[in-house]
């Protein structure tokens, strides 16, 4: 059975650190692995999306990686600022002909002026 | 393009009362999805329709859950009778095509049952 865990649960940092989210995940056999973002309140927005063939994807003050091998996935965020404040849950896909998405339970973060 | 709309937005029912979530795709998204996140856990997937037509309904709890998609565009999801462990945030996506384009989240329905 495929779960995702992300650590850490939550995170405060000071405007303008570089940060680092882990996802990992259990089983290797993934199709895909997204990145999401959820705002309070809000539902969520799909900021990266990497296939199982890819080993990053790159988008503005953002960058994902993905071992697969490993079970393993970063978030790295460049530059952060007090508006990435926010929920980030990573997502893996089992299999091309499936569209059931396993989540992690997030990591909130909280950025400070 | 308008996105991904839910209502209503937050709901509270008694335990044994009926409810029903409404969801409207992105017009033309012939993926629809549902799920949901409780009492702090991991959001969790419900089902996939294709259209109309239920691609994959392996994350539904129990036969208190009934989900329709009336000719391939708005799905609703009926709770009855609802129970208090299914208070939650119920989520819908959806989604144009390809597996690897993104999926697009409404806002989510808070349900409450007390």
């Known amino acids: 059975k495929q779960e995702v865990t992300q650590i850490p649960a939550a995170l405060s940092v000071p405007e303008g650190e570089n940060l680092v989210l882990n996802c990992s995940f259990t089983?290797?056999?993934?199709?895909?692995l997204q990145w999401f973002r959820q705002d309070p309140g809000k539902g969520l927005t799909s900021l990266l999306l990497?296939?199982?063939?890819?080993r990053e994807q790159t988008s503005g003050r953002l960058n994902a990686s993905l071992d697969k091998s490993s079970g393993r996935s970063t978030l790295y965020i460049a530059a952060s600022q007090p508006g990435d404040s926010a929920t980030y849950l990573c997502?893996?896909?089992?299999?091309?002909?499936?569209?059931?998405?396993?989540f992690g339970t997030g990591t909130r973060l909280q950025v400070f002026p | 393009e308008a996105g991904v709309t839910q209502f209503p937005s937050h709901s509270v029912i008694e335990k044994g009362q009926t409810v029903t979530l409404r969801c409207d795709p992105i017009?033309?998204?012939?993926?629809l999805y549902w799920y949901r996140r409780v009492m702090g856990k991991e959001i969790k997937f419900l089902l996939h329709?294709?259209?109309?037509?239920?691609?994959?309904e392996s994350g539904m709890p129990n036969n208190r859950f009934l989900a329709e998609r009336t000719g391939g565009t708005y799905s609703t999801l009926k709770v009855q009778p609802a129970e208090l462990e299914d208070s939650g945030v119920y989520f819908c996506?959806?989604?144009?095509?390809?597996?690897?384009?993104?999926?697009?989240f409404g806002n989510g329905t808070r349900l409450t049952v007390t």
């Open positions: 996506a959806s989604r144009l095509g390809h597996y690897n384009s993104p999926l697009h």
């Open positions: 089983d290797s056999a993934i199709y895909n």
């Open positions: 990497i296939q199982s063939s890819q």
């Open positions: 997502a893996v896909s089992l299999s091309y002909n499936t569209d059931k998405l396993i």
């Open positions: 017009s033309g998204h012939d993926n």
């Open positions: 329709f294709v259209k109309e037509s239920k691609q994959d």
